[in-house]
């Protein structure tokens, strides 16, 4: 490690070492020398943490004594840089394809409220509520001239933000539900093995139910574009089929998911 970095300095993973005991639970004790080289390392280089949401002990392991759960990933910048970008933070995601949690920086200059972008969805269509929701958001159309066209859309963007949230389509709620179960069975002491990869299997159908809904969505000329494109690159996967192959290892079915992507 650089001792005489006078550049911004940011740094995110995992360091497989924690500063002290208080940053694991479970497991032996381990004697307070063994953590200095690594607090010494971060002391020497001007490490400073940022501010964080969700879980930060991201790894969880089996020992004989039961499981360990530590805070080994983490994502840490020099003073530099956090003066450059004092509104970064990060994210811990959840513990369900791996035995380490995903760590997300978010880097950023100034402190800015975050806007998600608001597609169509056809599958809304015909929803009780939905109707009703844009209706509501764009106003009587007989006074187009008392709200313009932008306030008018932007009112029924947050309309139709307030309907999902309570209506979320069956699909997008069963995968959220299984990756929490995931979530809390990995750091349950009393989830067994086969619990937890019959979850894995039906995160694995799930994901694979929403793959050839947008298969669907995209037609067959979109599948024909997509499949020439990964031919002459690298094969980029999509987000379902990613997260798909991430999991065959855990759950020991690669035979007949593979068959089923191929």
Known sequence: MSLNQSH?????????????????????????????????????CGMIGFPYKGNSFSWVGKRRSGKVKCKQDRAIGNEEWHSLFPATNVEFS?????????????IQSIYRRSRKSIRFDKRCLGRPGFREAIVSGW?????????????????????????????PTNLVRLIEELKSKIDLAQIDDHTTLEELEDLRSQLIYAFRKEDQYWQQKVGRNGIEQVTEIQNSTMRPQNKGEHEIESLVSKTKKAGWLRAILE
């Open 8 to 44: 911004a300095w940011f740094m995110i993973g995992d360091f497989n070492e924690i500063t002290g005991n208080r940053k694991k639970r479970g497991g032996r004790r381990r004697p307070e020398n063994t953590f200095i080289p690594f607090r010494t390392m971060l002391d020497n």
């Open 94 to 106: 959840q513990l369900w394809g791996s035995d380490h949690r995903p760590v997300l920086a978010h």
């Open 139 to 167: 106003g009587p159309f007989s006074e187009v001239h008392n709200m313009d066209f932008h306030h008018k859309v932007a009112s029924c963007r947050r309309n139709v933000i307030s309907w999902k949230k309570n209506n």
